[in-house]
């Protein structure tokens, strides 16, 4: 149950983020940036990415063109997990992962592989990153999670 650890029934405190406290900013978007990578290079071979509190995959929608023509584009997704979702009262658009889409979890040795950083930072700095937002969360801030 990854995803439980971020059902926060308390605000985070500073102590629950060590790594976070350790790196420089420009460390943490190193890492988020090697995430990334490894997102994509997942979603471009078709397959959805379960990050413990939702799972990033493509989505066929269509867009409107010329006189009411359907045009099918494929947009990669973030899908919040569904009890994130309920535990924090959120709504949104029920988007579900294309059926037959394999899932896969972060293979935090081959991400650590493009970076100079130990694969255990790497996984701290993603929990103590979703912490954060999941923290966020609970406190009804504003969260902005921006992905190239």
Not at 30 to 59: E, T
Request: charged fraction near 25%; include cysteine.
């Amino acid at each position: 149950a990854e995803m439980q650890k971020y059902l926060l029934y308390n605000s985070v405190e500073p102590e629950e983020l060590p790594t976070l406290r350790e790196l420089s900013t420009v460390e943490i978007c190193k890492i988020w940036s090697a995430m990334s990578r490894y997102i994509y290079k997942q979603l471009l071979q078709k397959k959805a990415v379960d990050i413990g509190i939702g799972s990033f995959a493509v989505i066929t929608t269509h867009a409107n063109v010329a006189e009411g023509n359907l045009l099918p584009i494929e947009r990669p997704m973030f899908i919040l997990s569904k009890p994130l979702k309920m535990f924090y009262n959120l709504e949104s658009d029920e988007t579900k992962i294309p059926e037959g889409t394999p899932v896969v979890q972060l293979d935090f040795e081959a991400i650590a592989a493009n970076t100079h950083f130990r694969h255990e930072i790497l996984e701290q700095c993603v929990h103590e990153t979703l912490l954060c937002f999941a923290g966020a969360l609970r406190d009804n801030k504003e969260v902005e999670f921006s992905f190239r």
